[in-house]
């Protein structure tokens, strides 16, 4: 089978709308400096977020690459899947620790990691490490993945990494619960999805936006509550000068969409619910609204 573990899992996190319960921080290293957290459990007693999922995942190429899971691996994503988290140490590609929590069959999944080209189990500390190679854009690369107890898998590019991950889920490494990192910390009450970073400011991203190199932090949210559906982006600028700018962007990029969609007002009633507001040195970004409209203008586009 062409399609690796590694890529399913992938699928998995990118295209659709995720409710996510309260991070819990103490599965995340305390030297993280980005997160993204996603909740299949909560996701299911959902209503607008399910309802856009099931659709996602009754179209192509996600009901294709989630029948060849059930074939492989025998998980059925949408039903067992219960969440996903990846975070990491740096900001930089390919790097940071996947770690996914569902009632595996292990004797399945190492069955199928076995076929894969270059596999190797190795025994480090009592606990199996296995390793396999996959090619993405002609090149080839190592995989590992590790479990943390019954439902949960580790999966990363770098041993240490991995490693790293699997003695903070066992209580062996600090966690962002014990630490002052700004990455920790409350989360908006019906949050569907979570994004965190820090350290924009020094870290070589592939973004040149100028207002993510005069950034310290950001943190993205997009959930639902009993009124509604909202999206929340927060910024916090290394300087407090900088933030009448960050204002000016940001009204400047919605007074835009305006303009260009003028003649088109379920898109111009989306835009009028976008607030902006700034305290100190952050900077927020947010809508609220309903399900259908966001759909309804979507359909328009």
């Known amino acids: 089978m062409k399609t690796k573990l590694f890529v399913f899992f992938g699928v998995l996190m990118v295209g659709a709308v995720l409710r996510a319960e309260p991070l819990d921080e103490r599965h995340i290293g305390a030297d993280a ?123 990363s590019r770098e041993r240490g990494d991995l490693l790293g991950a699997r003695a903070v889920l066992e209580g062996r490494a600090g966690s962002l619960a014990e630490s002052e990192s700004p990455l920790a910390g409350p989360v908006p009450d019906g949050t569907v999805l979570l994004v965190r970073a820090t350290g924009l400011a020094e870290a070589e991203l592939g973004l040149k936006s100028p207002i993510l190199r005069l950034s310290e932090t950001l943190s993205l949210t997009a959930g639902e509550t009993s009124e509604g559906v909202f999206v929340e982006a927060q910024l916090t600028a290394a300087s407090a000068d900088d933030v009448p700018h960050f204002r000016d962007v940001a009204a400047g990029l919605v007074a835009l969409a305006r303009l260009m969609r003028a003649d088109d007002r379920d898109v111009v009633k989306l835009l009028d619910a976008v607030t902006i507001s700034t305290d100190d040195r952050t900077i927020t970004v947010r809508w609220a609204g309903q399900l259908a409209d966001v759909l309804k203008a979507a359909d328009n586009q």
């Open 33 to 155: 400096k980005w997160l993204v957290h996603v909740d299949f459990d909560a996701l299911r007693s959902g209503h607008s977020a399910h309802l856009v999922v099931t659709a996602w995942l009754r179209a192509e190429p996600a009901r294709s690459h989630l029948a060849g899971l059930r074939e492989a691996i025998g998980l059925d994503a949408a039903r067992d899947l219960r969440s996903v988290t990846l975070y990491g140490q740096q900001l930089v590609p390919d790097r940071g620790v996947l770690i996914v929590r569902a009632p595996w069959d292990h004797p399945r999944l190492r069955a199928f990691l076995a076929r894969q080209p270059d596999f190797a189990e190795k025994d480090i500390d009592g606990r199996n490490l296995f390793t396999w190679t996959e090619r993405r854009e002609g090149r080839r690369h190592t995989v590992l993945a590790a479990s943390a107890g019954q439902e949960t898998i580790l999966v």
